[in-house]
């Protein structure tokens, strides 16, 4: 936003013709999607009524699903943070991945880390954090900003992008406005990264309290699910009213966000498997170590002094 304030910076935005048309296209396109998907869920009114009560239930009894989630994680293998606010959650962070030596991180896509201004954070203390998902990354390459809580780049045609492809990611390279050849320069320039880069980032859809699962979809609140499983430390990101009671509670939820056309990755703890001696391996389909880093703003971690 302009420092003149938004509405000086609206007027001009609303002066751009060529904004104006990619807004539009956009969101028509956005909304009829949307209008598809309702009508053909004829119970879409009592999965948002269900979903409202499945956080109610989890709200009503946090500090107890919070305790219950910090034992199922560690008793995974897993470790977690509690962060007061998103300035220790981002040093939470930072430390994690300056601990590996790592001068840069996967980010996936989040809204649970963009909230808290996590990628500012990391860079200030000389870590890198690599956007992963397509319209992150064609903002960050071009030192933009998002214009959509869902779709980043709403603002942006696919001849501006292949414009900004070939002035960094694709030099020299003669693109096309085509989505897959965009989208093959993109994957080109971040399969290095995924290979060598250390650490993972993401938010999540959810933390089921009972068994200390990660629950990850796909969508805007976690991003591109597959990245997690690459890395060999991940670290995930969850604000407390993400955390469900139960898996049950979990599915219902998913279902309400019609999350299960979707493919859904549930991690609980490190990878982990075992041969045919029942000998456990670690990090063999997936990372190592695994921390969960739980923000909830102006509440205290669980009190475990003796005369709690």
Same mark, same amino acid.
């Given at each position: 936003?302009?420092?003149?304030?938004?509405?000086?910076?609206?007027?001009?935005?609303?002066?751009?013709?060529?904004?104006?048309?990619?807004?539009?296209?956009?969101?028509?396109?956005?909304?009829?999607?949307?209008?598809?998907?309702?009508?053909?869920?004829?119970?879409?009114?009592?999965?948002?009524?269900?979903?409202?009560?499945?956080?109610?239930?989890?709200?009503?009894?946090?500090? *107890?699903?919070?305790?219950?989630?910090?034992?199922?994680?560690?008793?995974?293998?897993?470790?977690?943070?509690?962060?007061?606010?998103?300035?220790?959650?981002?040093?939470?962070?930072?430390?994690?991945?300056?601990?590996?030596?790592?001068?840069?991180?996967?980010?996936?896509?989040?809204?649970?880390?963009?909230?808290?201004?996590?990628?500012?954070?990391?860079?200030?203390?000389?870590?890198?954090?690599?956007?992963?998902?397509?319209?992150?990354?064609?903002?960050?390459?071009?030192?933009?900003?998002?214009?959509?809580?869902?779709?980043?780049?709403?603002?942006?045609?696919?001849?501006?992008?292949?414009?900004?492809?070939?002035? @960094?990611?694709?030099?020299?390279?003669?693109? @096309?406005?085509?989505?897959?050849?965009?989208?093959?320069?993109?994957?080109?320039?971040?399969?290095?990264?995924?290979? @060598?880069?250390?650490?993972?980032?993401?938010?999540?859809?959810?933390?089921?309290?009972?068994?200390?699962?990660?629950?990850?979809?796909?969508?805007?609140?976690?991003?591109?699910?597959?990245? @997690?499983?690459?890395?060999?430390?991940?670290?995930?990101?969850?604000?407390?009213?993400?955390?469900?009671?139960?898996?049950?509670?979990?599915?219902?939820?998913?279902?309400?966000?019609?999350?299960?056309?979707?493919?859904?990755?549930?991690?609980?703890?490190?990878?982990?498997?075992?041969?045919? *001696?029942?000998?456990?391996?670690?990090?063999?389909?997936?990372?190592?170590?695994?921390?969960?880093?739980?923000?909830?703003?102006?509440?205290?971690?669980?009190?475990?002094?003796?005369?709690?």
């Amino acid at each position: 936003m302009s420092r003149t304030g938004f509405p000086a910076a609206a007027k001009v935005a609303l002066a751009d013709a060529q904004l104006r048309r990619n807004v539009g296209k956009a969101t028509t396109s956005i909304r009829a999607k949307r209008a598809t998907v309702v009508q053909e869920l004829p119970d879409w009114q009592a999965l948002r009524d269900a979903g409202a009560a499945i956080k109610a239930r989890a709200m009503a009894t946090l500090p *107890e699903q919070l305790e219950r989630l910090e034992a199922a994680v560690t008793a995974a293998g897993g470790t977690v943070h509690w962060a007061r606010d998103g300035a220790e959650a981002n040093a939470i962070v930072s430390r994690i991945a300056r601990g590996h030596g790592a001068r840069e991180v996967i980010k996936v896509k989040s809204l649970a880390t963009d909230e808290i201004g996590l990628n500012d954070a990391l860079a200030r203390d000389g870590v890198a954090a690599i956007e992963t998902d397509l319209a992150e990354l064609i903002l960050q390459l071009a030192g933009d900003h998002p214009s959509h809580i869902l779709v980043p780049a709403i603002h942006r045609n696919r001849a501006e992008i292949r414009a900004l492809f070939e002035r @960094t990611i694709a030099r020299g390279e003669i693109l @096309t406005t085509a989505p897959t050849a965009l989208a093959d320069a993109a994957r080109r320039h971040l399969r290095e990264k995924f290979m @060598t880069v250390p650490v993972a980032v993401s938010g999540a859809n959810f933390a089921v309290a009972e068994t200390g699962t990660i629950v990850l979809d796909g969508s805007a609140p976690c991003g591109r699910r597959a990245l @997690t499983l690459v890395p060999d430390h991940y670290v995930c990101v969850v604000r407390a009213d993400q955390v469900v009671v139960d898996v049950p509670d979990a599915i219902a939820a998913l279902r309400r966000m019609d999350a299960t056309r979707r493919p859904i990755t549930l991690v609980s703890g490190p990878s982990a498997t075992s041969d045919i *001696e029942l000998e456990r391996v670690e990090g063999v389909h997936g990372p190592r170590m695994l921390d969960v880093v739980v923000v909830r703003p102006r509440a205290r971690e669980p009190d475990r002094s003796p005369d709690a």
